[in-house]
T-cell receptor
Framework: AQKITQTQPGMFVQEKEAVTLDCTYDTSDQSYGLFWYKQPSSGEMIFLIYQGSYDEQNATEGRYSLNFQKARKSANLVISASQLGDSAMYFCAMRGTGGFKTIFGAGTRLFVKA | NAGVTQTPKFQVLKTGQSMTLQCAQDMNHEYMSWYRQDPGMGLRLIHYSVGAGITDQGEVPNGYNVSRSTTEDFPLRLLSAAPSQTSVYFC??????????????FGAGTRLSVL
């Protein structure tokens, strides 16, 4: 069975510093995709970044990067130069090849301090 | 550009009542799905559809029905509301098969309370 684990219920980071949000996964699929979504206090779900299991390079999108370590089954989100607007819930998610179901982790709430 | 539209935004029901949560997308996406979000549990898949006329169950389908008569619309029906169905419901859509395409776009959510 597929599973996503986010072990940090909450984290604090100082404005302008970098922060890493942890995500580990378990799957028997050879090909799969990993996603990170942001949910601000307003409630909407915002796609941040995607990593394919066969991608050789770690994905980057602006201040977001995904530290993908396939052997360790981890897909950590790195936010550089944190901003106050980064305060939100962050969800790691995974979808396997050939299937439609996406599973989500329980989320990490990030607080950015001024 | 509307994207994924959910209605209503808020709803209060009494136990035993039925209702339909509406979801519409204007991106011509094949795939649509319904999730519920409960504190500390992330999002859990209720039902999904890979195209008009095709639906399937997710992790937590009991107490919910769906249908997909058009590409655009994917309503979620609560048959007989129970307090355990108090949650925030999200509808999402994505392009068809292929991992790189399967970025899901979410509606704004429906906050449902069952008394």
């Amino acid at each position: 069975a597929q599973k996503i684990t986010q072990t940090q219920p909450g984290m604090f980071v100082q404005e302008k510093e970098a922060v890493t949000l942890d995500c580990t996964y378990d799957t028997s699929d050879q090909s799969y995709g990993l996603f990170w979504y942001k949910q601000p206090s307003s409630g909407e779900m915002i796609f941040l970044i995607y990593q394919g299991s066969y991608d050789e390079q770690n994905a980057t999108e602006g201040r977001y990067s995904l530290n993908f370590q396939k052997a360790r089954k981890s897909a950590n989100l790195v936010i550089s130069a944190s901003q106050l607007g980064d305060s939100a819930m962050y969800f790691c998610a995974m979808r396997g090849t050939g299937g439609f179901k996406t599973i989500f982790g329980a989320g990490t709430r990030l607080f950015v301090k001024a | 550009n509307a994207g994924v539209t959910q209605t209503p935004k808020f709803q209060v029901l009494k136990t035993g009542q039925s209702m339909t949560l509406q979801c519409a997308q204007d991106m011509n996406h094949e795939y649509m799905s319904w999730y519920r979000q409960d504190p500390g549990m992330g999002l859990r898949l209720i039902h999904y559809s890979v195209g008009a006329g095709i639906t399937d169950q997710g992790e937590v389908p009991n107490g919910y029905n769906v249908s997909r008569s058009t590409t655009e619309d994917f309503p979620l029906r609560l048959l007989s509301a129970a307090p355990s169905q108090t949650s925030v419901y999200f509808c999402a859509s994505s392009l068809g098969q292929g991992l790189a395409k399967n970025i899901q776009y979410f509606g704004a959510g429906t906050r449902l309370s069952v008394l």
